[in-house]
DNA sequence: TCAGAAATCAAGAATGATTCTTATTTTTAT
DNA sequence: ATAAAAATAAGAATCATTCTTGATTTCTGA
């Protein structure tokens, strides 16, 4: 492996750790790709994306990052019916709407106020402890 | 292969047809055992159910019977993170919410009239044309 | 009714995203 | 500085699903 022992004190304006989270040099930059892009990569994606940045790490590297961050609340993950997992950084409860006609998934928010009572009927005693909620279709601009 | 002539008219009280699609044996007994359980199970699940009235059935024949009924829109995938895709019988629009305590996964019905746009903001010019609400939780009975 | 065409099926191989294993490297705590 | 713990890279393994192929069944039109 590459020396990496100026792994914790190269970014002087990241924080070391989040939620728990040691942020490793992969850590960070994985982070990074999804913050600084937006479009709800894949784990391939990013693999690619931090590659520039980082060239020998490996795509499990990438997984292990991905996960770690999902298990600490600082990313969420986003499934289109069984395609690859994708991953967003946006922590406010929303949803996911994927354009077909561009390919692309836009953050979709609820209503402010809002809660599940208002639009779904749910059994009595019910604790949501997860809500994935996402959208196919198109949009016309004109 | 066991003879299958008797196929389309073994079962009188079931449609020869449903959307176009042709009720061979094989889709008949998949839908069957959707219809009879209504438990959202796996591809896995339906194969060990349907194997006890055909015996000679093949995994790979309950996916593609799966897929048929689908395509022809008389059943749902039903999607939790990337587990095994289940099936569900109910066409209405409903999510689907994941009891953590018991495992089992109770259909969740929209309240009555309700709108996406009523608690979504969605970009204007959008045209949904399909939708995945899952939920994971727990329920207290007392 | 019968022959050929089309559809369906069974079985097992192939695929592809993700996870696991292991050896190495890096970080932390003493 | 050193031993223990954590993280990483590389590649193998896993597992749900799809694909391929050859056999069987159903349909269609003479």
């Known amino acids: 492996m590459v020396s990496n022992s100026d792994n914790s ?28 892009k937006r479009v709800h990569p894949t784990a391939q ?20 990052c991905l996960e ?8 969420r993950q986003v499934h289109f019916d069984r395609e690859s997992c994708r991953y967003c ?4 409860e929303h949803g996911h709407f994927h354009d077909q006609s561009t390919g692309k998934i836009l953050d979709v928010a609820f209503k402010p106020g809002i809660r ?20 196919r279709g198109t949009i016309v601009t004109h």
């Open 9 to 36: 004190n190269e970014q002087e304006d990241f924080p070391q750790e989040i939620n728990g989270l040691r942020m490793t040099r992969q850590r960070r930059e994985v982070y990074r790709s999804l913050m600084a």
């Open 45 to 64: 994606d990013v693999f690619l994306d931090v590659k520039d940045k980082l060239p020998q790490i490996s795509l499990a590297t990438v997984y292990n």
């Open 68 to 75: 770690a961050l999902t298990q600490h609340g600082i990313i």
């Open 89 to 92: 950084p946006n922590l406010h």
């Open 116 to 135: 599940l009572e208002d639009f779904l009927d749910l059994p009595p005693g019910t604790t949501v402890s997860n809500i994935e909620f996402t959208l």
